[in-house]
């Protein structure tokens, strides 16, 4: 698997790396993911097999998005969907600029939950995200409920804006800017390669 992002994270003394899904090669394992029972009330996808590679056909075509797996010392552990903002439904929420970007995500293997691991993940994907020049802000909106994930886009440099209704959830809109992104992280991202 060829990582489309790498980097090691000293914070956490791992490498972290994200890789292009791949329908063939990932669909068991995602679909395994999203039968878990602390990732079914969030993602809604506890589908069967045919099914859920049907959506996961769809989404690999769908060109406002771009799907990851995420991994730690190469074991793949989580699930990204990092999105242009045009052309999603969440556009309807606010006022988008044309480069902004969103990104949503699960952690599929249960031993790597309560370790940590979910800050520098989502910093690592939001530090890409920020590589496209023209992106000035990377949004995010958590099912409300999940009051966990919240928290954690907020370490990130997130901040919430405001309750938004969307087809499969009441989801908290929430901005990371640039600025204030590279303001908290700046020490962090020392050997970033893509």
């Known amino acids: ?46 589908v069967s097999f045919e099914e859920y590679r049907k959506h996961l056909e769809t989404f690999l075509a769908d060109q406002h998005q771009t799907l990851y797996l995420g991994l730690i010392d190469g074991v793949p552990m989580s699930y990204w969907e990092a999105y242009w903002v045009k052309g999603d439904v969440v556009e309807n929420c606010y006022e988008p600029h044309p480069e902004d970007q969103g990104i949503h995500l699960l952690i599929g293997v249960e031993a790597f939950i309560g ?20 992106t000035e802000k990377v949004i995010a909106e958590p099912d409300i409920r999940n009051e966990k994930m919240i928290h954690v886009f907020e370490k990130c440099g997130f901040e919430k804006v405001k309750a938004i209704e969307l087809p499969d959830k009441t989801g908290m809109l929430m901005y990371c800017h640039r600025e204030t992104f590279e303001r908290r992280w700046k020490d962090v991202f020392q050997t970033v390669t893509t």
């Open 1 to 46: 698997m060829q990582p489309e992002f790498s980097f090691y994270d000293l914070t956490i003394q791992k490498t972290l790396s994200f890789v292009k899904v791949d329908l063939e090669r990932d669909v068991s394992l995602l679909h395994k993911w999203q039968q878990q029972p602390y990732v079914i009330p969030y993602w809604k996808l506890d």
């Open 115 to 134: 370790k940590g691991y979910a800050l520098p993940l989502l910093r690592a994907i939001v530090h890409f995200q920020f590589l496209s020049k023209g």
